[in-house]
């Protein structure tokens, strides 16, 4: 058992509440349970969300922080990692937020989409506080068995992997969807961090061409570090300049693909518009709802013969392959500023609110929480 006899975190209660610092116990270990000093956890859309009560079924209060990378502090029995490796005191590892898939439901051996799975939990997301330390927003987090754990290499910094975080995810998940081909020209509606590793991994797919609209400077600025050959823009005034920038950059007949990661209903017609006759647009930013939008069937879908998709989330297989990209090509994105450049800024647990606060106006593209204080060598 860890010498940690208690630790510190960030307790959210419930809708339009501010985050509140709260102590917990060390937790006792089941067999095959590890627990984790969490060296990092994410700010992600999906936390702003829950601080305004936009998802259903969330057993406030909650320990925010669905993806987070820890050391591990102590184990019991002998658990492994999915790649069968034992789990061992010490080493870096990042975790699979989804659990309790059944594994016995039509989602999960039919449909093939176990995210979808009526028993799914995820942490820091629909796992109460009442129940233990299962978010990242806390100094400790607990490991039950059964949790998907993989070890992290050595040669992947921590920061490289929580840059990667959610977002690179869902992105891999996107970009499969889209089915990205050589020499296509690919529009990216939103510059988070979603939107920004989709970019990224059109252009490490070979896209001939990569767009990018988005309202936020901040964001416009990190898309062009990350090599986007066009950062636009949106406009906002109703003339729709950044829809016919588009079409003008494509001869008039749009992109190839579009993925939108606004989380706008507006901008799932706007995208439509901007995607050419024939071709492919994916729907990954509404994770939430967030209304409606109205949409002529003739004309929008049937005459130009687009292909609609939608993207809900992640499962292992996309988790696992972000290490294995973050490993290749992390460090030579952002003209070799690397992955890590897409965080804005590393918060301590008394920032959370304002982490909070920061990513929803769009002030920063990513933010991190460092629940515990930078150890300094002697």
């Known amino acids: ?42 700010v992600c859309g999906t936390d702003v969300h829950l601080s305004h009560g936009r ?90 068995p059964g949790v998907s754990i993989l070890e992290v290499p050595s040669t992947l910094m921590p920061e490289r992997v929580i840059a990667g975080g959610c977002a690179l995810p869902t992105a891999i998940h996107a970009v499969d969807t889209a089915r990205i081909q050589l020499g296509d020209r690919v529009l990216i509606q939103g ?19 990569v767009y990018v609209v988005e309202r936020h400077e901040v964001r416009l600025a990190m898309a062009r570090d990350f090599g986007v050959d066009e950062a636009i823009r949106l406009d906002v005034t109703g003339s729709n300049g950044h829809v016919e920038r588009i079409l003008a950059l494509t ?10 990661a606004t989380g706008v209903p507006a901008a799932v017609k706007d995208g439509i518009r901007m995607t050419r006759d024939g071709g492919r647009y994916v729907v990954v930013g509404h994770y939430t709802d967030h209304g409606e939008v109205g949409l002529n069937p003739h004309t929008e879908i049937n005459r130009k013969h687009l292909e609609i998709r939608g993207v809900w989330g992640v499962d292992f297989s996309h988790f696992h392959r972000m290490l294995r990209i973050l490993d290749r090509h992390g460090a030579r994105v952002a003209g070799g500023k690397g992955w890590e450049h897409m965080v804005s800024r590393t918060y301590g647990l008394e920032e959370v609110n304002q982490a909070l606060a920061d990513v929803e106006t769009g002030r920063i593209v990513k933010g991190l929480i460092r629940p515990n204080p930078v150890r300094t060598s002697r």
């Open 55 to 144: 998802l259903a079924g969330v057993p406030y209060p909650i320990i925010p922080g669905h993806v987070s990378v820890g050391k591990v502090l102590a184990v019991r029995g002998e658990p492994r990692d999915v790649d069968g490796r034992p789990v061992r005191v010490g080493a870096t590892v990042t975790f699979l937020d989804v659990v309790g898939t059944c594994n016995a439901c039509w989602f999960c051996l039919v449909g093939k989409m176990p995210n979808r799975c009526p028993s799914r939990r995820v942490y820091g997301v629909t796992c109460s506080a009442k129940e233990g330390l299962y978010g990242g927003w806390s100094q400790l987090i607990y490991l039950k």
């Open 191 to 209: 510059a988070g961090p979603v939107g920004l590793s989709a970019a990224t991994l059109a252009l490490l797919s070979g896209a001939g061409a």
């Open 251 to 260: 001869d008039g007949r749009g992109v190839d693909v579009t993925i939108e």
């Open 1 to 42: 058992m860890s010498a940690h006899a208690s630790c510190t975190a960030a307790v959210m209660h419930g809708a339009n509440r501010p985050v509140e610092l709260q102590h917990f116990s060390a937790p006792e270990l089941e067999p095959g349970g590890v627990l984790l000093e969490t060296l990092f956890s994410e």
